[in-house]
């Protein structure tokens, strides 16, 4: 697969990922922190935000690493 297919395959996953987990995330936030202090929304969203950057991390490295062709 070249480089350029990678980027593109890996930019839709990520725009598609983002949108659902933050659809998630955000329907999640407004079901459980309303009345809540905002040390609890900051705290929810911190970690909101730490758990999608794992697998979009694994997106980015798996677009930036390159095949050894034989």
């Known amino acids: 697969m070249s ?14 990922f983002s949108l659902l987990f933050y659809t998630f995330a955000i329907s999640v936030a407004l079901a459980r922190l309303p009345g809540l202090a905002l ?7 911190l970690c909101t935000v730490l758990i999608w950057f794992i697998p979009a991390a694994l997106i980015i490295r798996w677009i930036g690493t390159r095949l050894v062709r034989a």
């Open 3 to 16: 480089l350029r297919t990678r980027k593109f395959i890996g930019g839709l996953a990520l725009i598609v």
């Open 39 to 45: 040390g609890w929304h900051l705290l929810f969203y």
